[in-house]
């Protein structure tokens, strides 16, 4: 793999790898995501590693390691791509990098809603039938954003913006 690996954070093995890749992510949205990831109750972060995989945003967005200190309780670690790939590409990255027994996805601006997603998964995992039949798939609930061409909505200066007017859930 072309790229660096930096390591924010030193802490023991874990059990899930939790992989967020992103391309000039939004500052604010990633701030929100790790936010409520550090934020869950009752999980035992030593559990957890975070692997962001920026997939060659460029020198122009990098952000600072400083802005990953501050969430405390998360062993993060960065992985910068040499080339951009995609998505897909950064997601196997992650993969290559994770030390994890299991493997999660975010992006860059999902949100775990829900202060105890983490524990509830953990819950769930330790209570697999046996190591000889562990679970291949985890799947949770979700809630995604749609947008509609009913939500776009003129501006006085004549753009058009696209608002979210309904959700799906699962």
């Known amino acids: ?24 992510a939004d500052r604010n949205q990633l701030f929100q995501n790790l936010s409520l990831l550090n934020a869950q109750a009752n999980f035992n972060f030593l559990k957890l590693e975070v692997l962001i995989v920026d997939d060659c945003s460029g020198s122009d967005h990098v952000i600072p390691i400083d802005f990953y200190k501050q969430f405390s309780n998360l062993a993060i670690t960065l992985v910068n791509l040499g ?48 190591d000889e039949m562990p679970f291949d798939i985890l799947v949770t609930d979700w809630n995604e954003e749609v ?5 776009v909505v ?9 608002l979210p007017d309904k ?4």
Do not use: H, W
């Open 83 to 130: 080339t951009n790939g995609g998505p897909g590409i950064a997601r196997q990255a992650g993969i290559d990098c994770a030390k994890g027994r299991y493997v999660m996805f975010g992006d860059a601006d999902d949100i775990i809603a829900g202060i105890d997603v983490m524990s509830q998964l953990a819950i769930t995992i330790e209570s697999q039938p046996s």
């Open 1 to 24: 793999m072309e790229g660096m690996k930096e390591e924010v954070a030193q802490k023991p093995v874990p059990e899930i790898s939790f992989i967020i890749p992103e391309y000039r």
């Open 147 to 151: 947008r509609t061409s009913a939500s």
């Open 154 to 162: 003129g501006m006085p200066n004549g753009d058009a913006v696209l």
């Open 167 to 170: 959700y799906a859930y699962s």
